[in-house]
C-alpha cells in the first residue's frame, strides 16, 4: 500500500516520506523546499502575490457587504465600518445622552477588540501553531458570531431596543476580526470591511492613469484591480444580501456563515490538492 508521512525538517523544508507500493519495493525521502504554491490564508505578509489578495479581498468584501445590508435591513445600523459612530458618539455626549453615548463607544470597542483579537492570534500563534490555523481561527470566531445573530433574531428576538443593541454588537465584533484578519495577513494592503478610503484609493488611482508610463506600471494597475475587486465584491454582496432578505429573512444570516465557510474549506481544499499532487508527481517519477 502506498502511504506519505510530511515531517517539518525545519523553517524552509519539509521532507516527505514515500511509502512505496510491492512492485518498486522501497522507501523514498525527498525534502521540499517550501516557497512553491500556497493557499489563500496560509501566505503571510510581504509572500503573499496579487492573486491571493485579490482572492482574499474579494471573497471577504463579499461577506462583509451581505452583513452591513442585512444589518441595516433588520436592526437600521451599519455594522461593517465604525466611522459615522465617531462622529455619533460624539452627538450623544454633546447632548448629554451618556447612554447612548455609551452604547456607541460599546460598540466601536467590540469592532477595535475583534480587530485586535484577530492580530494578537496571528503574532502569539506564529511559529506555535501552522499559519492555517491562526489564521483559521478569528474567521471560525467571526462565523460563530454571525450565526449568534442569525439564531437570535429566529427563536429569541423580540425587537427590543437592548436587545438590538446587543446584536449590533455582536456583528461589529464580527467585522472587527474579519477586518484585522484581512489586514493582518496581507501586510495592511487589504481592508474589507469600509470603503472610504479604498474609493479614495481608486479615485487618485484613476487620476494616476491619465499618464501613460502609470498605465503601464505593473504595480500601480494590480493595486488597481485588487481595490476594483473589492469594491464589485463588497456591493455584489450587498446585493446578495438585500434580494435574499426578501426571501429568507433573518436566515440571510445562516447564508453570509456559509460564505465564510466557503473561504475556510477553500483554502483546505487547495491545500489538500496541491499536498496530493505533488505526491503523485513523484511518486509517478520514481516509478519510472
Given at each position: 500500500?502506498?502511504?506519505?508521512?510530511?515531517q517539518k525538517l525545519n523553517k524552509n523544508q519539509l521532507v516527505l516520506h514515500l511509502n512505496l507500493d510491492m512492485q518498486t519495493k522501497g522507501i523514498a525521502r525527498i525534502v521540499l523546499n517550501k516557497g512553491g504554491k500556497e493557499n489563500m490564508l496560509r501566505k503571510y505578509s510581504n509572500h503573499r502575490t496579487i492573486q491571493d489578495n485579490i482572492k482574499l479581498g474579494g471573497l471577504t468584501a463579499f461577506s462583509a457587504g451581505m452583513v452591513n445590508v442585512a444589518s441595516v435591513i433588520v436592526f437600521f445600523s451599519f455594522t461593517s465600518n465604525v466611522t459615522g459612530y465617531y462622529a455619533v458618539f460624539a452627538q450623544e455626549?454633546?447632548?448629554?445622552?451618556?447612554?447612548?453615548?455609551?452604547?456607541?463607544?460599546?460598540?466601536?470597542?467590540?469592532?477595535?477588540?475583534g480587530s485586535m483579537f484577530s492580530n494578537l492570534i496571528i503574532i502569539h500563534g506564529k511559529g506555535k501553531f501552522s499559519a492555517y490555523l491562526t489564521h483559521s481561527i478569528p474567521l471560525v470566531l467571526e462565523i460563530l458570531s454571525i450565526l449568534f445573530v442569525g439564531i437570535y433574531l429566529d427563536v429569541f428576538y423580540e425587537d427590543s431596543l437592548k436587545e438590538t443593541e446587543i446584536l449590533v454588537g455582536a456583528l461589529l465584533f464580527?467585522?472587527?476580526?474579519?477586518?484585522?484578519?484581512?489586514?493582518?495577513?496581507?501586510?495592511?494592503?487589504?481592508?474589507t470591511t469600509h470603503l472610504t478610503g479604498l474609493t479614495t484609493d481608486l479615485a487618485i488611482l484613476i487620476s494616476m492613469f491619465t499618464k501613460e508610463a502609470n498605465r503601464n506600471n505593473k504595480d500601480l494597475v494590480d493595486k488597481f484591480h485588487l481595490l476594483l475587486t473589492i469594491v464589485t465584491s463588497y456591493?455584489?454582496?450587498?446585493?446578495?444580501?438585500?434580494?435574499?432578505?426578501?426571501?429568507l429573512s433573518n436566515k440571510t444570516f445562516?447564508?453570509?456563515?456559509?460564505?465564510?465557510?466557503?473561504?475556510?474549506?477553500y483554502d483546505h481544499y487547495k491545500l489538500y490538492l496541491l499536498k496530493k499532487q505533488f505526491v503523485k508527481r513523484h511518486r509517478e517519477e520514481?516509478?519510472?
Open positions: 500500500m502506498e502511504s506519505f508521512v510530511i455626549i454633546a447632548k448629554g445622552n451618556w447612554y447612548q453615548g455609551a452604547v456607541v463607544l460599546f460598540w466601536i470597542l467590540l469592532f477595535l477588540i464580527a467585522m472587527g476580526l474579519q477586518n484585522g484578519l484581512t489586514a493582518s495577513i496581507s501586510n495592511s494592503v487589504v481592508k456591493v455584489m454582496g450587498g446585493l446578495l444580501s438585500g434580494i435574499s432578505f426578501n426571501y445562516y447564508v453570509v456563515c456559509f460564505v465564510l465557510l466557503i473561504i475556510g474549506l520514481l516509478v519510472a
